[in-house]
């Protein structure tokens, strides 16, 4: 299927607290705005999850100790595709390659290391974007099939 | 979150959103369970999960290093499609038991 990247339909911006109550909402709203895509709920769940790993890390390891701004932006594209952009001012990341390592965690707690895993493979791209002290982007692309082509 | 315990098997029916924000208050139920009954099987039950991230899967690899010390086993059922491959990239059905279906509760 042939798509244009570069054709913005939709969009929405939205900025958050960096409060783990909003994990849910985050989710849930970019849900939402994904759903004009008419897309299959395993894409939706897709979308979900690596929206929620995203904004959890801006909460768990951007502002570890105070509570900050994220700003959440998701765009649609001529034919279905869907973009994502999770964004913190926090401390960003040293060493983005160690980062995305699948079980990588710098915290040992009861993390599985698996955010950037997840987005990396529930989504078709994802590109991080990090500057320590200044912050991290993460912008995350699928292209949505829905159920535009089911018979 | 309904936990119940019988033939030697601590069943743990969790239920609803699972991510940071609301891992903690899935896990000390459990942990308390396990900590006062010491059983040798423990089953997490996915079935009324609706949705679930890496934290979840952190929240079954905490529980697999607590009940490895004990040497008792962890099988988790009725896990999506996107959760089971959630868990496998963790490598834990090296650890526990994965499975998508199981019985239907009565
Ligand atoms: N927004 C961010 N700001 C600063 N550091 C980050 C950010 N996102 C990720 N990191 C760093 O990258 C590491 C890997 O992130 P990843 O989401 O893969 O694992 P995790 O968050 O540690 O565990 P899990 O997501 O399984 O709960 C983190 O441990 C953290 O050190
Ligand atoms: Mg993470």
New binding site residues.
Partial sequence: MKYNKHTLINQMKLMLDSRSINEGFARATVSAFAAQLDPMVEELTDIKTAVS??V???I???YPDTTGKITLWAGIYVDGYFRVM?K?Q????ED?K?????L????GD??????????ESFMDSLR?R?TPGK??T?TMGKLIKGKRNDS | MDIRYEKNRLTAYLVGEID?HNAAAVREPIDQAIAKLRPPRVRLDFAAVTFM???A??LVMGRYRLLAAHDAALEVVNLSPQGLRMMQM?HLQTLATLKQKEEIRT
């Fill in positions: 790993e995203a959890t890390n801006a768990v390891h951007a999770v913190d926090g401390r960003g990341i983005i160690l980062a995305r390592q699948p990588y965690s710098s915290l009861e993390r599985a290391g698996l955010g950037f895993a997840v987005m991080v990090s912050g991290t993460i | 940071h991230d890496s934290s899967v952190g963790a």
